[in-house]
């Protein structure tokens, strides 16, 4: 298995750079990852033991700036994983036109089974170790899965303490009251909604009834969900790692996240029967949002999904030979690098804020979001006409094109 998800995301940009002209080289340098850092460390336990952890940076490429990603947290994190998540984020920051490059980060853990004590010090270890790549010019961390705006607040503490002075542009999704951008936290949701919406505006058909799945009841997926209901579709069905939970009349989806918000899981509500979580994919629904991890609609599996549209809030939820399959059958799939990055979006807003000291209205920020959402949505659905080729490809070839054209420009040092 090892390195199968940078192969993945490698086999997705093949398929769109057949399509365009590209020089050799810089094909050549776009398969690899421009620098890779793992780190062990050491964390004290509250029980006074010394545990030793693994974790990685990983900047895939900065041709268009400062490198910028999230750090995940969990027990099955790989190197492979963290470079095919940088290199989605490389394509995805070039998709939506930001001046960035992609990085991703994490540390294998288990962060249920550590206290909030132990949390901050495996945090604030690991962001000293990974310290010499990371600034506000050159990698900018920001939370995912099992990461969150604390997460954020103590890494941007520790790197001030180093730096001798407070600098909050080193991390975006840090809490409010320390510059975090209004917005942020349903910026990912709230994208990947809006682009289910302007995909059904595309087709000429109404949002108003159309039932929903959700795999995923996390930041992404219950934002995504409640959007989607905001906007008249029925969220019918979701699951978290826990359980599934199904209603064909309609999930109360601001309830759900309360309870969430309280319980931590969907497991212990009781007012429906919970089911297998992975029942969610193969529901009769007409819209599937995948907002948990990787490889969850693959080959095996796909055939007994019914969905007619994708939004991938997840970084590579669908294997490419599952892609295929849905690609002929007439599936419309909103690949991740542009269904998700509403929050890359606000991301940078956060960063222009920090490095500016202004902030703006939460109404600013969700508008620069959907415009800049519904623009991309549109120039990957006009190239997608153009070179008759799937959404995904098409959201590849204008993220390539653009790397390409800055490669141009900038020549070969030395
Ligand atoms: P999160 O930790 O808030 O939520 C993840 C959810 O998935 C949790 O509810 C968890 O219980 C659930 N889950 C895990 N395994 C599952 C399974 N097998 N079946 C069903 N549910 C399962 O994380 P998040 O920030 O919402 O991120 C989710 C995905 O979205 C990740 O792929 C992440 O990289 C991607 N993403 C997140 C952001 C962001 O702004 N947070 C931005 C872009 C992409």
């Known amino acids: 298995m090892e390195f199968q998800l940078a192969k993945m995301v490698r086999e997705q940009v093949e398929k769109a750079a057949n399509k365009i002209d590209i020089p050799g080289h810089i094909r050549d340098i776009l398969k690899c990852p421009m620098r890779v850092l793992k780190v062990s460390f050491p964390v004290r336990m509250d029980d006074g033991r010394i545990v030793c952890f693994t974790g990685f940076r990983c900047q895939y490429n900065n041709a268009l700036g400062p490198t910028k990603g999230g750090v995940r947290y969990h027990p099955e994190l790989s190197e492979d994983e963290v470079i095919a998540l940088a290199a989605w984020m490389t394509w995805k920051c070039a998709l939506v036109d930001l001046p960035y490059g992609g990085a991703k980060g994490g540390v294998i853990c288990d962060p249920t089974n550590l206290s909030e004590r132990e949390l901050e010090r495996l945090t604030r270890r690991f962001t000293t170790e990974i310290m010499p790549v990371l600034g506000p010019h050159s990698d900018i961390p920001a939370p995912d899965v099992f990461t969150t705006s604390k997460t954020m607040a103590w890494m941007m503490d520790t790197f001030s303490m180093f730096k001798g002075y407070t600098e909050p542009a080193i991390v975006t999704g840090k809490p409010e009251v320390m510059g975090g951008s209004l917005g942020r936290k349903h910026a990912t949701g709230r994208g990947v909604a809006i682009v289910v919406r302007e995909l059904y505006k595309k087709l000429g058909k109404n949002l108003k009834g159309a039932t929903v799945a959700v795999q995923g009841f996390g930041n992404v997926g219950s934002h995504a969900a409640l959007f989607l209901a905001q906007m008249g579709a029925k969220v019918v069905t979701v699951s978290d790692a826990s359980c599934g939970l199904i209603d064909y009349g309609g999930l109360p989806v601001a309830e759900l996240m309360e309870f969430v918000e309280k319980h931590e899981c969907l497991a212990e509500y009781n007012k429906l029967k919970s089911c297998d979580r992975d029942e969610v994919l193969y529901q009769d629904v007409d819209i599937l949002i995948p907002?948990?991890?990787?490889?969850?609609?693959?080959?095996?599996?796909?055939?007994?999904?019914?969905?007619?549209?994708?939004?991938?809030?997840?970084?590579?939820?669908?294997?490419?030979?599952?892609?295929?399959i849905l690609e002929k059958r007439g599936t419309y799939v909103i690949p991740d690098i542009l269904a998700n990055a509403g929050g890359v979006i606000v991301s940078h807003l956060e960063w222009v804020q920090a490095l500016s000291g202004l902030q703006w209205e939460e109404e600013e920020i969700n508008q620069r979001l959907e415009k800049r959402l519904v623009r991309t949505f549109d120039k990957v659905w006009k190239k997608a006409k153009e070179k008759n080729v799937s959404l995904r490809t098409a959201a590849y070839i204008i993220a390539i094109e653009r790397i390409v054209k800055v490669y141009r420009y900038r020549g070969l040092f030395p």
């Open 291 to 324: 907002a948990a991890l990787e490889n969850q609609i693959r080959k095996d599996n796909v055939e007994k999904m019914k969905v007619k549209v994708i939004s991938e809030g997840a970084n590579g939820p669908t294997t490419p030979d599952a892609d295929r």
